[in-house]
């Protein structure tokens, strides 16, 4: 069915769509209805209101979300609707998942299986659940692979009949089209840094020849730069670089200068992160094992003949996606961050492209098309044709094996349908907050409370001060910011830890104000207390 033309598609855009339109339905079943905490809470409020989010900025899907709550209004609040564009954009990568496996050659029930155990595997289920970057970023993985794929195929037609202008040119507007595509995917995530010497390798495998003609080297090259540059305007314009004219009532860091520009797109806050990349690399291996061994199942023990299978099949596709998939992991295997398993991203999308083009090799050497090419009668061709389908399927079924048998766990996981705690939290705090209060919060928290303050308009006028905002101000301590205001205004504590409220008791009168329970009031300073 997923085979059969819809009209106006193609067999291969149609099981792309279908596959992309069941991956949003399943997702919709498991989306956060509203707001959350930490870079979700960021990413609700910074596209709702066009803002500047934390390093590096991330100015492609901010925009790409402001779009979003603007088109799709009627659908929901913005919280939900950044929600939805998460299950979207997952969307998206699913169905192309399809057309990158088809354009490698699989047979389609492979290819809809592969691109089904993809959207389901549980980094991939959980990113699409609710508001988060790398949504767009495991879309643009696959968007660039398949703009790369298709200029592969034009560029080698062109090196078989190099006489062919038309050629050349298609294929040199289609190195441009990819180009072009990782500008956006710059914009979006530095992890796309990671990419190129995957990318670079490629080209040269695919046509070396291309970097002796300036023209398209040049073009690409511009084409990238310019949408890249474009987009990072953003921060600068937003932060008010232009006398104000067009600041966004959330701005993350100094963009408007040239040296916070600098430390937002190099996100140099986080670049002790990395740690000793060359040190403990078995224990590495063994982390990485057991995150995979989380994400594919048994199907972990097959990843490495599914990329060997794929290197003597698709030599060029290989290299792209086995270079991108070690240089992330590398990576990421050394960087100490919060949920630092959604950098893996790219790598289960190759890694299940791999094990798509392990089947369908697997499937031509049982049944080769070539056995039967020459063969005129059509009811042995038609149930030659009937057997390789039924083979197809039934490897895709092997395929999906560990994700059916799993997939009640994995829905239980990622279900966050019923999630409105963060919701009754804001509106605890709208309820219990005094007007024109100074809270002194954690970016944790501080995420929530601006979108219920710029997006609900709850909490209007009060002063919202975090790690950040004190390094904006050149303070170092909040004690600062308490005796600064206390007694000019409420003056309200959420920490992240119970010790540190404890701490500020010793020189501080502390209350807990009930509801929400992490939410304390100073109501004076001890030694004035007898």
């Not at 660039?144 to 195929?153: H, Y």
């Not at 062109?158 to 595509?181: F, G, H, K, Q």
């Not at 986080?270 to 078995?282: E, K, M, N, R, Y």
């Not at 083979?391 to 009640?408: F, K, M, R, S």
Request: proline residues 5%.
């Amino acid at each position: 069915m997923a085979g059969r033309r819809i009209r106006g598609l193609g067999p291969d855009a149609a099981a792309a769509l279908i596959v992309g339109i069941g991956a949003v339905a399943l997702l919709r079943t498991t989306l956060l209805p509203g707001a959350a905490l930490w870079d979700t809470g960021e990413a609700q409020v910074a596209a709702a209101v066009l803002g500047t989010m934390h390093p590096p900025g991330f100015p492609a899907y901010v925009v790409l979300g402001w779009l979003t709550t603007v088109v799709l209004q009627p659908l929901g609040s913005p919280a939900f609707l950044m929600n939805l564009l998460s299950a979207l954009l997952v969307g998206v990568a699913a169905g192309g998942a399809v057309l990158v496996a088809r354009r490698l050659g699989v047979p389609t029930a492979i290819a809809v299986a592969t691109a089904a155990g993809f959207a389901t595997t549980p980094i991939v289920w959980d990113i699409g659940v609710a508001a988060d970057v790398h949504a767009l970023h495991i879309a643009l993985v696959v968007v660039v692979t398949l703009a790369l794929l298709r200029w592969e195929r034009l560029a080698r037609r062109y090196l078989a009949e190099p006489e062919d202008e038309t050629l050349r040119r298609r294929s040199d507007r289609a190195l441009v089209l990819a180009a072009a595509i990782f500008g956006l995917a710059v914009a979006n995530h530095g992890l796309w840094l990671l990419l190129v010497p995957a990318i670079g390798l490629f080209v040269l495998a695919v046509d070396r020849r291309v970097l002796l003609r300036p023209r398209p080297v040049v073009a690409s090259l511009g084409a990238c730069l310019a949408v890249a540059g474009v987009l990072y305007l953003e921060l600068p314009l937003r932060a008010g670089v232009l006398g104000g004219a067009f600041r966004a009532p959330l701005v993350y860091g100094h963009p408007d200068t040239w040296d916070g520009f600098w430390d937002i797109v190099l996100a140099r806050q986080f670049q002790g992160s990395i740690v000793s990349p060359l040190a403990d690399l078995g224990t590495k291996a063994h982390s990485l094992l057991v995150l995979a061994d989380q994400q594919l199942g048994p199907l972990t023990f097959v990843v490495p003949l599914a990329l060997f299978i794929t290197a003597v099949r698709y030599p060029r596709y290989a290299l792209l996606s086995g270079v991108a998939t070690f240089v992330t992991c590398f990576f990421a295997a050394s960087y100490a961050n919060a949920r630092i398993e959604r950098y893996y991203l790219g790598p289960v999308f190759f890694v299940w492209t791999w094990f798509a083009v392990s089947a369908g090799v697997v499937a031509e050497l049982v049944l080769p098309r070539a056995r039967f090419a020459h063969v005129t009668d059509a009811r042995r061709r038609l149930a030659w044709s009937g057997a390789r389908a039924l083979l197809a399927a039934g490897l895709a079924v092997v395929l999906l094996v560990p994700t059916a048998t799993n997939l009640q766990a994995r829905w239980h996981d990622a279900d966050r349908s019923g999630d409105m705690t963060t919701q009754t939290w804001i509106d605890d705090m709208s309820s219990t907050v005094k007007p024109h209060a100074v809270i002194v919060s954690w970016w944790s928290y501080s995420t929530a409370l601006w979108y219920g303050q710029l997006v609900e308009g709850k909490l209007a006028g009060d002063w919202i001060v975090d790690d950040r905002v004190l390094v904006d101000l050149g303070w170092t301590d909040i004690r600062q910011v308490i005796d600064s205001t206390l007694g000019l205004r409420p003056v309200y504590v959420l920490r992240l830890h119970v010790s540190e409220v404890q701490a500020l008791s010793d020189a501080y009168v502390v209350s807990p104000v009930g509801r929400p329970s992490n939410l304390y009031q100073l109501t004076g300073r001890k030694e004035h207390v007898q």
